[in-house]
């Protein structure tokens, strides 16, 4: 026999997931803003602020533009981990949440422009500091990234309506264009503020949209 259809939710039900849903949208945004960084002003800094020659250890110094695949690096490394962490937290019956996952996300990712603030502060922000400040920051978004983008994507397709689901996939990777798109304008201040300033910005924005689906996680 065919499968029963699951019965759709109550209007008023679909009604509150669809407003969860733009509001993890519109604060998904702020993510983008800061991961883009990794193509554009992480590159900056790596070309201007970081020693390319790793104490010595690299005649001629690296190509800037390597760092850009640091995050990618990462992404292969992390993933398994990520994943066998969850499913012993999930046996044991601790696994957060996926709103707790996506804020953890956005705390993450905060963290990561934290780090690049203490290397502005720590003699990046006129001279040129090690590379491991580069790779650290990079280590943390990464986990945000795997913390939050695959969440989200899974996050709409199960509470969107049925027949929408389609329509509120199209908003979550608005979200996503919105933030590149911000993402630009933001960097446009890299050669106006100093470093560090520049990512304290970044910063309070990421820890500002963590605290604000902290605070709505019941919800």
Wanted: glycine residues 10%.
């Amino acid at each position: 026999t065919a499968p029963t259809p699951a019965a759709e939710p109550a209007p008023a039900v679909v009604r509150e997931r669809v407003r969860a849903l733009l509001v993890m949208c519109a604060i998904a945004t702020f993510f983008w803003v800061c991961f883009q960084q990794n193509g554009s002003t992480l590159i900056l800094w790596a070309r201007d602020n970081t020693d390319l020659t790793l104490g010595g250890l690299v005649q001629g110094g690296l190509d800037p533009a390597m760092f850009g695949s640091v995050n990618a690096f990462f992404i292969i490394v992390l993933t398994p981990l990520l994943l066998l962490l969850f499913q012993v937290l999930r046996a044991r019956g601790q696994e957060p949440s996926t709103p707790a996952k996506l804020a953890l996300g956005m705390l993450l990712v905060g963290l990561s422009c934290a780090v690049m603030v203490a290397a502005s502060l720590c003699g990046g922000d006129r001279g040129r500091v090690s590379a491991l400040w580069l790779v650290g920051s990079y280590f943390v978004v990464t986990l945000g990234e795997l913390c939050l983008s695959p969440v989200g994507l899974s996050m709409v397709t199960k509470l969107a309506p049925s027949k929408a689901v389609a329509l509120m996939l199209g908003f979550w990777y608005l979200a996503t264009a919105i933030g590149n798109k911000m993402a630009g304008n933001v960097g446009r201040f890299w050669e106006v503020w100093s470093h560090s300033t520049f990512f304290s910005v970044l910063t309070l924005g990421s820890l500002g949209a963590a605290a604000a689906l902290a605070l709505n996680l019941k919800r």
